[in-house]
């Protein structure tokens, strides 16, 4: 078993899909770690809706092929489409950062994922949960690497969620 960790944005429906989300990963994976969820302002994006982001880990012995390939079924049962630009408003990104210690290029995807390292709205959440976690490529603690990030106009603040009853964050 590896842990996985995946981002999660969405600027459609945002609680809705968050959830759905999160519905979906605890039924396929069992217990989740779920960070606070955030609201960010769209990095590269023309249209301006905000996002909510957050960084879920699991424990999972699928191959990389396959938790992709999960990854993107879902993103599709919640209504993204492929046939729209790239930096456009979605339903549901999710997305692998790491999987166990791995590095490189498997069954296609680059692990770890190079946004941890450029977005606070993935480095952030992802330090908060897991912060003595070291990087794969790095060694560094995700802890140590948010200390030094520059954030610089990718501004992002935690809002207030629940899912199942449970209160994952609030706003402060």
């Not at 590896?2 to 990963?25: C, F, K, M, P, W």
């Not at 790239?86 to 498997?106: A, E």
Request: proline content about 5%.
């Amino acid at each position: 078993m590896a842990r996985v960790t995946v981002s999660i944005g969405s600027n459609i429906e945002r609680e809705r899909h968050v959830q759905a989300s999160l519905d979906a990963l605890a039924e396929s994976f069992g217990p989740l770690s779920i960070s606070r969820i955030f609201e960010s302002e769209p990095v590269g994006f023309e249209d301006g809706r905000n996002f909510y982001n957050l960084v879920v880990a699991f424990e999972s012995d699928r191959s990389v092929g396959a938790l992709q390939a999960w990854c993107k079924r879902l993103e599709a049962a919640n209504g993204r489409r492929k046939d729209l630009p790239k930096f456009g408003p979605r339903t549901l990104d999710i997305d692998l950062l790491t999987v166990g210690h791995l590095s490189g290029t498997h069954d296609g995807v680059e692990l770890p994922r190079g946004e941890i390292l450029h977005h606070a709205f993935v480095l952030q959440p992802l330090a908060e949960l897991l912060p003595e976690a070291r990087h794969p490529l790095t060694g560094e603690t995700y802890s140590d690497h948010w200390a030094r990030f520059e954030a610089g106009h990718q501004r992002l603040w935690p809002v207030d969620f629940s899912w199942q009853g449970r209160r994952l964050s609030s706003a402060e």
